[in-house]
């Protein structure tokens, strides 16, 4: 048991600090890293946070290297920490094999099956471990919001959605909505959680809202020119189970977007609004 | 000869696109890949150029993907182009063997030394091949300003210098001031240029500014905590050589800011502001 970080990188920006931190992560039981954006505002007494949950093969550096999002962070005086997207260091059979399942993509749940269950905890490591880490050795508040592209907009909502009230607020970039009906969701679950899938529900956006978890409203951006729309995103089986459920959803489709960060870092500043907006509300 | 381009990517960005080329270049005699920005402006007509030169290790990607300028090059009407730092896909000896020379490290030079004077002409490459192929393939104007980091910083000085009257602005991150006498730049001229210091000086902004080639304003930030300041960068002698030729500099030192693309992503729209400035200018 150990709550030491070890500084990997400290880069002032914008008047803050980008920061990179490993540490021993006992619910994954491996050495972990994340990256944080602490606003100049640190300075003045706790900020509340935004988690940023990467997707299928990204890390804890892709979002702050690429998503520009630090300026406007900087200006409404919000943390945002960046978990990486799956266990490292580990060496089980076959998880490197493949961009959509093992390492890079943890899939934001806990896994059942082994091998992967030793290791594969990432909705505790991202929910419970990491914030309380962050809590004792960083200067933010216990209010937090929560957002992520692809595999971890299906666990920025998941995340929303199994623990209603939570989150002060949820948004996502192209997430995969509904992973129980999607080749990436079905590889991954099927592997991390066996076969029945009846317990693959409570770890799909579309079955939690189903099931009545939660009314919280939802931003979700989505591009309309991205390459996994169709087959693996499917955000209109978002919008059908929001409407079913009467969850508030603004579906923005972006015509001409895509997949990449390019697309994020268009949009993340409406994100970043967004999220103050209810971060700050009274 | 040949002016045909190759789109290897497209991405949508704030409203325009960041789009990456290949093509063979005849004045490296190899092939090359550039990126560009064209913001929403091109729909309604050409928009100015700001030319854009990364510094060693780089190539055309870095600073589309991670200075976070297409927002305000966007709101601005401004085309970016990032050139590569060096010629691709060539053998010569030792090309591949350090960091800060031979590919990846071109220093916007042209080289008088065999065997790098068949390649290495980024000089004549950066400001007229791949100006002249812009020109014609994308509805930019005549209109055009130059920026850089590090030994792109240097490349931008350079050209901005021995063009006076070129490029309606230039600015310049961390630049490599005076490379005659730092080892980055004692290292590349001697290899690229012959041992002959007396024909480094062209090459050199401080040089350049001491022997009275221009008197145009300099915009230059320089971050304090930056590990290269003292031993390669040294902006001291630039201020020292513009205070002697009353050549206006704005040096302004960042403290807290290193190296990094997070110092340069903090202060790009600046930069992007004093280039529009000047530019739109009447």
Redesign the interface.
């Known amino acids: 048991m150990t709550d030491k970080l070890e500084q990997k990188s400290a880069?002032?920006?914008?008047?803050g600090w980008?920061k990179r931190f490993s540490h021993y992560s006992n619910t994954l039981d491996c050495e972990m890293v994340f990256g944080i954006f602490l606003p100049p505002q640190v300075e003045q007494g706790p900020v509340p946070v935004l988690w940023w949950l990467s997707g299928l093969t990204c890390n804890d550096e892709n979002f702050m290297?690429?998503a520009?999002a630090?300026?406007m962070a900087a200006e409404l005086g919000i943390a945002i920490v960046c978990p990486d997207t799956s266990p490292r260091g580990t060496d089980l059979p076959g998880e490197h094999d493949s961009f959509d399942f093992g390492s890079g993509a943890g899939f934001y749940l806990n896994a059942r099956r082994a091998p992967w269950s030793q290791h594969y905890k990432m909705y505790d490591y991202v929910t419970e471990e990491l914030p309380a880490l962050v809590r004792e050795h960083f200067p933010v508040s216990e209010r937090e919001a929560i957002s992520g592209h692809s595999m971890g907009g299906h666990g920025a909502l998941v995340c929303a959605l199994r623990q209603p009230g939570r989150y002060a607020s949820v948004s996502a970039f192209a997430p995969v909505t509904n992973p129980v009906d999607c080749p990436w969701g079905e590889k991954a679950f099927s592997n991390y959680l066996g076969d029945d899938r009846s317990e693959w529900a409570e770890w799909d956006a579309c079955e939690l809202i189903l099931a009545g978890k939660s009314k919280q409203g939802l931003l979700v951006d989505q591009?309309e020119?991205d390459n996994f729309l169709d087959e693996q995103l499917k955000p209109g089986h978002l919008e059908k189970a929001c409407h079913l459920q009467g969850v508030p959803l603004e579906l923005r489709r972006?015509p001409?977007?895509?997949h990449?960060?390019?697309?994020i870092?268009?949009f993340i500043?409406d994100h970043l609004k967004y999220h103050a907006e209810h971060l700050f509300a009274s």
Chains 1, 2 share one sequence.
């Not at 880069?11 to 008047?15: A, I, K, L, P, T």
């Not at 990449?260 to 697309?263: A, L, T």
């Open positions: 880069n002032r920006c914008h008047g980008v290297q690429k520009g630090q300026k591009g020119a972006q001409g977007y895509d990449s960060y390019f697309f870092a268009t500043d």
